[in-house]
Protein backbone atom coordinates (compact mmCIF):
# COMPACT_ATOMS: atom_id res chain seq x y z
CA UNK A 1 0.00 0.00 0.00
CA UNK A 2 1.46 3.49 -0.66
CA UNK A 3 1.28 5.95 2.49
CA UNK A 4 -0.01 9.19 1.64
CA UNK A 5 0.05 12.27 4.10
CA UNK A 6 -4.14 12.05 4.13
CA UNK A 7 -4.11 7.81 4.54
CA UNK A 8 -5.91 7.10 8.06
CA UNK A 9 -3.90 4.63 10.17
CA UNK A 10 -5.37 3.11 13.11
CA UNK A 11 -3.08 3.19 16.15
CA UNK A 12 -2.89 0.71 19.21
CA UNK A 13 -2.21 1.10 22.94
CA UNK A 14 -1.69 -2.81 24.58
CA UNK A 15 -0.44 -1.01 27.72
CA UNK A 16 -2.39 0.19 30.95
CA UNK A 17 -0.87 3.37 30.60
CA UNK A 18 -2.23 6.11 29.08
CA UNK A 19 -0.31 8.25 25.94
CA UNK A 20 -0.20 11.57 25.04
CA UNK A 21 1.14 11.54 21.46
CA UNK A 22 1.40 15.12 19.79
CA UNK A 23 0.15 15.53 16.09
CA UNK A 24 1.37 18.41 13.63
CA UNK A 25 -1.92 20.14 14.82
CA UNK A 26 -3.33 18.73 17.46
CA UNK A 27 -2.83 16.39 20.54
CA UNK A 28 -4.28 12.48 20.32
CA UNK A 29 -4.79 11.18 23.77
CA UNK A 30 -4.80 6.99 24.35
CA UNK A 31 -6.62 5.68 27.10
CA UNK A 32 -4.47 2.83 29.17
CA UNK A 33 -5.72 -0.78 27.94
CA UNK A 34 -7.87 -2.35 30.38
CA UNK A 35 -7.94 -5.98 28.56
CA UNK A 36 -8.91 -5.21 25.18
CA UNK A 37 -6.71 -2.17 23.53
CA UNK A 38 -7.55 1.57 22.74
CA UNK A 39 -7.53 2.86 19.14
CA UNK A 40 -7.80 5.75 17.63
CA UNK A 41 -7.09 6.82 13.50
CA UNK A 42 -5.16 9.59 12.30
CA UNK A 43 -3.58 10.81 9.17
CA UNK A 44 -0.29 8.99 7.77
CA UNK A 45 1.27 12.47 8.11
CA UNK A 46 1.07 12.35 11.72
CA UNK A 47 2.09 9.03 11.89
CA UNK A 48 5.73 10.75 10.32
CA UNK A 49 5.81 13.75 12.59
CA UNK A 50 4.95 11.55 15.89
CA UNK A 51 7.93 9.09 14.84
CA UNK A 52 10.32 12.19 14.17
CA UNK A 53 9.95 13.35 17.82
CA UNK A 54 9.05 10.49 20.08
CA UNK A 55 10.29 6.42 20.13
CA UNK A 56 6.87 5.12 20.53
CA UNK A 57 6.11 3.36 16.51
CA UNK A 58 9.94 2.15 16.88
CA UNK A 59 9.84 1.13 20.66
CA UNK A 60 6.44 -0.85 20.01
CA UNK A 61 4.87 1.21 22.54
CA UNK A 62 2.14 2.32 20.58
CA UNK A 63 1.42 -0.21 17.94
CA UNK A 64 -0.57 -0.38 14.38
CA UNK A 65 -2.19 -2.79 13.00
CA UNK A 66 -1.03 -6.52 12.55
CA UNK A 67 -1.97 -6.88 8.80
CA UNK A 68 -0.69 -3.21 7.96
CA UNK A 69 2.83 -3.17 10.01
CA UNK A 70 4.89 -3.85 7.41
CA UNK A 71 3.42 -1.43 4.61
CA UNK A 72 3.36 1.24 7.43
CA UNK A 73 6.97 0.52 8.94
CA UNK A 74 8.55 0.36 5.44
CA UNK A 75 6.70 3.53 4.46
CA UNK A 76 8.97 5.25 7.75
CA UNK A 77 11.54 3.87 6.80
CA UNK A 78 11.91 1.02 9.53
CA UNK A 79 12.61 -2.03 7.45
CA UNK A 80 14.37 -4.02 9.87
CA UNK A 81 11.66 -3.41 12.95
CA UNK A 82 10.94 -7.24 13.45
CA UNK A 83 14.79 -7.06 15.19
CA UNK A 84 13.73 -3.50 17.24
CA UNK A 85 10.82 -3.41 18.01
CA UNK A 86 9.24 -5.06 21.50
CA UNK A 87 5.48 -5.00 21.79
CA UNK A 88 4.10 -5.43 25.33
CA UNK A 89 2.81 -8.58 24.49
CA UNK A 90 6.56 -9.83 23.08
CA UNK A 91 7.49 -8.53 26.32
CA UNK A 92 5.47 -10.55 28.44
CA UNK A 93 5.82 -13.72 26.59
CA UNK A 94 9.45 -13.92 26.22
CA UNK A 95 9.46 -13.27 31.00
CA UNK A 96 6.97 -15.69 30.99
CA UNK A 97 8.38 -18.38 28.44
CA UNK A 98 12.03 -18.01 30.28
CA UNK A 99 12.97 -16.70 26.88
CA UNK A 100 17.04 -16.61 27.15
CA UNK A 101 17.25 -16.07 23.22
CA UNK A 102 14.88 -13.72 22.98
CA UNK A 103 16.15 -12.21 26.25
CA UNK A 104 19.44 -10.43 24.16
CA UNK A 105 16.63 -7.84 23.07
CA UNK A 106 16.47 -6.78 26.39
CA UNK A 107 20.42 -6.89 27.35
CA UNK A 108 20.59 -4.65 23.91
CA UNK A 109 18.29 -1.87 25.50
CA UNK A 110 20.43 1.15 25.86
CA UNK A 111 17.60 3.82 26.38
CA UNK A 112 16.16 4.50 30.76
CA UNK A 113 12.62 4.51 29.56
CA UNK A 114 12.99 1.26 27.86
CA UNK A 115 14.53 -0.49 30.09
CA UNK A 116 12.06 0.75 32.82
CA UNK A 117 9.24 -0.22 30.38
CA UNK A 118 10.46 -3.61 30.73
CA UNK A 119 11.09 -4.01 34.39
CA UNK A 120 7.32 -2.58 34.97
CA UNK A 121 6.16 -5.76 33.01
CA UNK A 122 8.56 -7.80 34.90
CA UNK A 123 7.20 -6.64 38.56
CA UNK A 124 3.88 -6.51 37.20
CA UNK A 125 4.16 -10.95 36.08
CA UNK A 126 5.88 -11.35 39.24
CA UNK A 127 2.50 -10.28 41.28
CA UNK A 128 0.61 -12.39 38.99
CA UNK A 129 0.30 -15.61 41.05
CA UNK A 130 -0.47 -17.54 37.68
CA UNK A 131 3.05 -16.52 36.03
CA UNK A 132 6.13 -17.98 37.00
CA UNK A 133 9.17 -16.05 36.41
CA UNK A 134 12.59 -17.61 36.07
CA UNK A 135 15.53 -15.90 38.81
CA UNK A 136 17.53 -15.90 36.10
CA UNK A 137 15.09 -13.24 34.02
CA UNK A 138 14.75 -11.37 36.83
CA UNK A 139 18.40 -11.23 37.31
CA UNK A 140 19.03 -10.11 33.74
CA UNK A 141 16.61 -7.41 33.49
CA UNK A 142 17.41 -5.90 37.08
CA UNK A 143 21.29 -6.42 36.28
CA UNK A 144 20.65 -3.90 32.84
CA UNK A 145 18.41 -1.54 34.56
CA UNK A 146 20.93 -1.19 36.90
CA UNK A 147 23.53 -0.95 34.15
CA UNK A 148 21.65 1.77 32.19
CA UNK A 149 21.36 3.80 35.59
CA UNK A 150 24.89 3.68 36.03
CA UNK A 151 25.76 4.81 32.22
CA UNK A 152 26.89 1.54 30.60
CA UNK A 153 25.79 2.15 27.51
CA UNK A 154 27.13 -1.83 26.13
CA UNK A 155 25.95 -4.54 28.65
CA UNK A 156 28.59 -6.59 30.26
CA UNK A 157 25.81 -9.38 30.88
CA UNK A 158 26.99 -12.51 29.74
CA UNK A 159 23.81 -14.52 28.35
CA UNK A 160 25.57 -17.76 27.79
CA UNK A 161 26.30 -17.93 31.94
CA UNK A 162 22.59 -17.33 32.23
CA UNK A 163 21.32 -19.89 29.76
CA UNK A 164 23.49 -22.68 31.41
CA UNK A 165 22.11 -21.65 34.78
CA UNK A 166 18.81 -21.07 34.07
CA UNK A 167 19.21 -25.00 32.41
CA UNK A 168 20.59 -26.33 35.53
CA UNK A 169 18.00 -24.71 37.39
CA UNK A 170 14.85 -25.95 35.01
CA UNK A 171 16.71 -29.84 35.24
CA UNK A 172 15.23 -30.35 39.02
CA UNK A 173 11.75 -28.89 38.20
CA UNK A 174 11.56 -31.18 35.51
CA UNK A 175 12.64 -34.19 36.62
CA UNK A 176 10.12 -33.53 39.84
CA UNK A 177 7.34 -33.02 37.23
CA UNK A 178 8.09 -36.22 35.60
CA UNK A 179 8.65 -37.97 38.87
CA UNK A 180 5.01 -37.09 40.19
CA UNK A 181 3.32 -38.03 36.63
CA UNK A 182 4.89 -41.45 36.73
CA UNK A 183 3.90 -42.09 40.26
CA UNK A 184 0.24 -40.57 39.35
CA UNK A 185 0.40 -43.13 36.39
CA UNK A 186 1.35 -46.35 38.70
CA UNK A 187 -1.71 -45.59 41.51
CA UNK A 188 -4.23 -45.35 38.13
CA UNK A 189 -2.59 -48.69 36.18
CA UNK A 190 -3.22 -50.07 39.82
CA UNK A 191 -6.76 -49.25 40.02
CA UNK A 192 -7.10 -50.22 36.86
CA UNK A 193 -6.00 -54.12 37.12
CA UNK A 194 -7.00 -54.50 40.84
CA UNK A 195 -9.63 -57.39 40.97
CA UNK A 196 -13.21 -56.38 41.92
CA UNK A 197 -14.35 -57.33 45.28
CA UNK A 198 -16.24 -60.51 45.08
CA UNK A 199 -20.21 -59.49 45.77
CA UNK A 200 -21.43 -60.11 49.09
CA UNK A 201 -23.61 -63.36 49.71
CA UNK A 202 -27.04 -62.54 50.74
CA UNK A 203 -28.68 -64.47 53.45
CA UNK A 204 -32.14 -64.54 54.60
CA UNK A 205 -33.19 -65.47 57.63
CA UNK A 206 -35.53 -68.15 58.53
CA UNK A 207 -38.41 -66.85 61.19
CA UNK A 208 -38.96 -69.17 63.51
CA UNK A 209 -41.68 -71.69 63.92
CA UNK A 210 -43.96 -71.14 66.96
CA UNK A 211 -44.03 -74.03 69.22
CA UNK A 212 -47.02 -76.73 68.99
CA UNK A 213 -49.56 -76.25 71.86
CA UNK A 214 -50.17 -78.73 74.07
CA UNK A 215 -53.33 -80.19 75.45
CA UNK A 216 -52.50 -78.58 78.19
CA UNK A 217 -52.25 -75.20 77.38
Known sequence: ?????????????????????????????????????????????????????????RNGRVQFDENERDGIYHALYLDNWKDTVLFDEEIDRIIRENDMDAAARFVKIADVAEIHRVRSHMVALQNDDGAEISNRMI???NQRYDEI?????????????????????????????????????????????????????????????????????
Not at 158 to 165: M, P
Not at 187 to 211: E, F, I, S, W
Open 1 to 57: MNYKADTPVKVFNHSISSINLPGQFREYYLEGSRGVPTVLTMPFSDVEYINSRTPVF
Open 149 to 217: NRGVRNSEINLGKAKERAKQDEDPRITAMMEQMAALQAQLAAMQTAPAPAPKKQTTRKKATPAAKTDAE
Open 139 to 141: DII
